[in-house]
């Protein structure tokens, strides 16, 4: 599934949340950065899977991402190979 920007990836995760195994967007999207986004799935579902990427500095965003459990960070350009691996690392259960 794909979605333009933040709200419409917010709805469609709404919509097919059951269906969802993890969710991979970038954090800088239009009307609602991933940040955000992430929180709204959050709500819906606590358990969701996250990567977040970005082709920006990997510093500044893993410093963002600190404290938002159960979401990674991807720079970008990546591969399918570092995606497997971050994918790997994804924690289901973002109480732990």
Do not use: C, N, W
Not at 83 to 91: I, M, R
């Amino acid at each position: 599934m794909v979605a333009s920007d933040g709200p419409e990836a917010v709805a469609l995760f709404r919509e097919h949340a059951d269906e969802i195994g993890v969710v991979i967007m970038d954090l800088s999207m239009p009307q609602m950065d991933g940040m955000t986004a992430a929180e709204h799935l959050r709500s819906i579902r606590p358990d969701v899977r996250i990567v977040l990427s970005s082709g920006f500095s990997a510093a500044e965003e893993a410093r963002r991402l600190s404290g938002h459990q159960g979401a990674q960070f991807i720079q970008k350009p990546y591969d399918l190979v570092s995606l497997k691996q971050v994918l790997g690392q994804v924690d289901p259960d973002p109480s732990s």
